[in-house]
C-alpha cells in the first residue's frame, strides 16, 4: 500500500530474486494490472502450479484501478491460498482495505508512504550514500524537492544524474543542481520576478512560454517561481533586521555577480506581497497534482493571479 513506487520497485525485486532462486523467472514471474486484467485471468494463473520450480511469483499491480464487482471475486478467491504460489498485491490506496478488512487476516501488509518534510532529507541522504558513497547538502535535497517534488520515484531519477553530474566528487551541493535541474535558466525566473511585480502578465506569460518551448513542464516552471520568491522572502527577512546586504546574500545563495539586481528587485518588493504569491503557488501545485486539468493553463492562470496581487 502506497505511493512510494520506487521502494515498492525495490522491495519486489528483493522478493522476486529471494523466492525465484534458481528458477526461470520467464516461466515463473508473471504481473498482472487492475485496471486490464480480469479476476478470473488472474485466478487461473495462480491456480496453476510452478514449472520446474518450487514457487512461483504472481504480482498484481494497481489493485485499487480493478473493478469493484471483480475485486470482489478476486479477493473471496484468496481465502484459500495455494502454498506454490507467492502473491503481491499493489495499490497506491488503502481504500482497499476498508472496502475488504478481510485481506488483513489473509495477507502481510506493508506500507510504502511517500517520505515528507526531514524524512525527504534522510531518505535522499542515504539513497545517494548506498548508490555512490557520496554526501549531498540538505540545501541541495531542498532545492531539489522544491524544482521537482517529492515523489521518490522521480527524486531518484535526479539523484542519478546529480551523482553522474558530479563524477568524482565526493559530495553534492545546491550548484549542481542548479546545473542539472535547469536553474541555468534563473535568468528568466529573475525577469519573470520583475513582470510579476510589474503585474505584466502578458510579459509573464510570454515568459512562460518560451520555458515550456525549452522542454520545460509547467510543475519545474512553478518550482523555480516558488524557489526564487523563498529567497527573496528569507533575504527580506533579514534585511529588515539589519542584517548587511553582504551576509544576506550568501545566506540565501545570491551569486556576487548578481547581488546588486537581486537586492535592487527585492527593494521593489513587500514581503506580504511575496507571502502572498508562496501561498498562490502552493494552490496551484497541489492543483496540478489533485485535477485533471492541463498542468499548462493551471501554471497560466496562476500566473495571471499573480500579476493582480
Known amino acids: 500500500m502506497g505511493s512510494d513506487l520506487h521502494s515498492k520497485e525495490k522491495a519486489l525485486e528483493a522478493l522476486a530474486t529471494s523466492s525465484l532462486k534458481g528458477s526461470s523467472r520467464d516461466l515463473n514471474y508473471k504481473v498482472f494490472r487492475g485496471s486490464d486484467d480480469s479476476a478470473g485471468a488472474i485466478i487461473d494463473h495462480i491456480a496453476t ?28 478467491n484468496l481465502k484459500k491460498p495455494l502454498a506454490s504460489t507467492c502473491l503481491v498485491l499493489e495499490s497506491a490506496s488503502n481504500s482497499i482495505l476498508k472496502n475488504h478488512p478481510e485481506l488483513n487476516d489473509i495477507a502481510c501488509v506493508k506500507r510504502f508512504d511517500e517520505p515528507e518534510g526531514d524524512a525527504i532529507l534522510s531518505w535522499a541522504g542515504k539513497f545517494v550514500s548506498s548508490r555512490s558513497g557520496k554526501s549531498i547538502s540538505c540545501n541541495a535535497i531542498e532545492l531539489l524537492v522544491e524544482l521537482k517534488g517529492s515523489e521518490v520515484m522521480s527524486l531518484a531519477q535526479e539523484l542519478d544524474k546529480l551523482i553522474a553530474f ?34 505584466d502578465s502578458d510579459s ?66 513587500d514581503i506580504k506581497d511575496i507571502s502572498a504569491r508562496i501561498t498562490l503557488l502552493l494552490e496551484a501545485d497541489l492543483e496540478i497534482k489533485r485535477t485533471r486539468y492541463d498542468p499548462g493553463l493551471i501554471l497560466e492562470f496562476a500566473v495571471i493571479r499573480l500579476c493582480l496581487i
Open 49 to 76: 502450479s510452478p514449472i520446474f520450480a518450487g514457487k512461483r511469483l504472481v504480482v498484481v499491480k494497481e489493485l485499487d484501478k480493478m473493478e469493484s464487482g471483480e475485486l470482489a471475486i478476486l479477493v473471496e
Open 204 to 269: 509573464a506569460l510570454a515568459i512562460i512560454h518560451e520555458l515550456l518551448l525549452i522542454g520545460k513542464k509547467p510543475h519545474e516552471i512553478m518550482g523555480m517561481i516558488s524557489w526564487h520568491l523563498k529567497r527573496m522572502f528569507k533575504a527580506k527577512e533579514l534585511v529588515l533586521k539589519g542584517v548587511s546586504e553582504y551576509d544576506t546574500a550568501i545566506a540565501v545563495g545570491v551569486r556576487r555577480t548578481d547581488a546588486e539586481a537581486f537586492f535592487t528587485q527585492l527593494a521593489c518588493f
Open 166 to 199: 558530479t563524477g568524482d566528487r565526493k559530495a553534492i551541493e545546491k550548484e549542481d543542481v542548479e546545473e542539472v535541474s535547469g536553474i541555468s535558466t534563473a535568468s528568466s525566473v529573475f525577469d519573470l520576478a520583475w513582470k510579476l511585480g510589474e503585474r
